[in-house]
C-alpha cells in the first residue's frame, strides 16, 4: 500500500475535470470509507478543489497509486 504523502502527490499530478489545470486550492486526502473499499479497492480518498475554475472533485486512489475513478 502506498503512504498518504504518495497519494497527495499523485493526487496533486491529476488534472482538473473542468478546466484541466494542475493547481488546486485545497487539497484532502484520507483513508477511504470501508464501503469504498468493499467496492472499489480504494485505499486513499481525495477531495480535490480547482484553483482556477472552483470545481470540486473527488479521486479515489488503489493500494498501487493508481487512480480509480475522478468525479
Not at 494542475?22 to 480518498?45: C, D, N
Amino acid at each position: 500500500m502506498i503512504s498518504q504523502e504518495r497519494a497527495e502527490r499523485i493526487a496533486r499530478g491529476h488534472a482538473c475535470i473542468g478546466c484541466k489545470e494542475y493547481t488546486y486550492r485545497k487539497i484532502t486526502v484520507r483513508a477511504a470509507p470501508q464501503s469504498l473499499r468493499a467496492e472499489f479497492g480504494e485505499e486513499w480518498h481525495a477531495s480535490l478543489t480547482c484553483g482556477v475554475c472552483g470545481v470540486l472533485q473527488e479521486l479515489g486512489i488503489d493500494g498501487d497509486g493508481d487512480v480509480i475513478y475522478a468525479v
